[in-house]
């Protein structure tokens, strides 16, 4: 197996902070998978395998590219039928783009509103720069004026996990009795959060605490091979 | 096939509106099982079936009872295999459990701050004595303040669909290429408050109004065999 992982990481590249790029590291190891891991800055992606991809996650299995997180799941279960599944069936590969975009419109945004000047000293130079550039074009604003109010977001996070925690009550991981992909497209916002920042957002009997704990036990501790910010 | 299922309604007993209800009614006809449907009121519930639930739906189907809207969709599942999948497999099963938690924390609350008191309006003299002493002990204060800032509340209502709109970019319903039940949950917040209330809060192209659109069209447009209110 020749399987390729491209990551991102800041200056220190021990430390990848993608949520992107964490759900496919645990999507591999789910569906047992070893690989190769290059760890890369903003700037040298769009340079990665001939400019196949502008982001990260790209992963190289063989001959084959695939980019996003979610389509590299789709591959994997298609490509790997006989290891573990991501999705548990059709209904929660469609459900799980539900999962997705509550994550991404809900978790996301506040994960930049606390995180985001955090990301930015995290980079090296010439990252840094592209990163201002980039994320000051698309917010509208300067990067400082992005978590003018983080304390609030802070204080505000655990209350959007309110899904999650009424979800737990019925069972252990959102993909069940274990985890499924949805579960790593949660996660990955957390762990973007817990390697960018050192904001302390839930409390830690808090019911999606406990959950986030048990997805970063998974897989010998995969989660916790980079320790908190 | 003796299945009967008790819907709630109002002192117009042709417009059932309880969400968890019309969540069992297009579950009965996703599985194409006919159903007699018995209306009744608030108060008359913990008489039913010799006191069997203190909620409905509630489902007879034979010998068999059944309560609460997510459990009838596993029993009919498993009792009637052979007809359409309700959840699409283990994955699905799980996952609906996630849009159900999103539904009832994100959506039912700001419903009942549109409706609360268009749902107590619509209930005879005795269901609205229970309903508004219930509600206002279980929510600390009277109906009237729980809706006081109603027209905010409508303003705001499109912003918390935004996860399903995101996932409407990649299919048409949560349950993929056609529905499921975790359609039919999102489904019977949204007629909930159709049914209930006059307040618009959805623009007719917005993708999320299409969807919900659709829905109302399925099954020989059984959710538009009430009207809005």
């Known amino acids: 197996m020749t399987l390729k992982l491209y ?11 993608s949520p992107h790029v964490w759900k496919t590291m645990l999507s591999l190891a789910h569906k047992g998978l070893s690989c190769e891991v290059e760890k890369v800055g903003f700037t040298e992606i769009p340079k990665l395998e001939g400019g196949f991809s ?26 790997y039928p006989g290891r573990p599944t991501l999705f548990g069936g059709d209904g929660g590969r469609a459900m799980a783009r539900f999962v997705e975009g509550w994550s991404q419109t809900t978790l996301h945004p506040a994960v930049m509103r606390i995180a985001l000047v955090d990301i ?8 840094q720069s592209y990163f201002r550039t980039s994320r000051e074009d698309r917010l509208g604003q300067p990067l400082e004026a992005v978590v003018a109010a983080r304390d609030d977001e802070i204080a505000a996070f655990a209350g959007k996990l309110e899904p999650l925690r009424t979800m737990l009550k019925s069972q252990p991981f959102i993909g069940g009795e274990g985890p499924l992909f949805a579960d790593y497209i949660v996660f990955g916002a957390l762990q973007w959060l817990r390697v960018t920042s050192a904001a302390k957002v839930l409390a830690d009997d808090d019911p999606v605490a406990l ?9 010998d501790g995969l989660g916790r091979s980079v320790r908190a910010a």
Chains 1, 2 share one sequence.
């Open 7 to 17: 990551a991102l990481c800041g200056e220190d590249r021990s430390r990848p902070f």
């Open 54 to 79: 502008r982001t990260v996650p790209l992963l190289r299995d063989g001959e084959r590219l695939v980019r996003d997180s979610f389509d590299i799941a789709l591959y994997l279960d298609e490509a």
């Open 120 to 127: 930015h000293d995290m980079l090296g130079p010439e990252d």
């Open 211 to 219: 959950w986030f704990g048990r997805v970063l036990d998974l897989h």
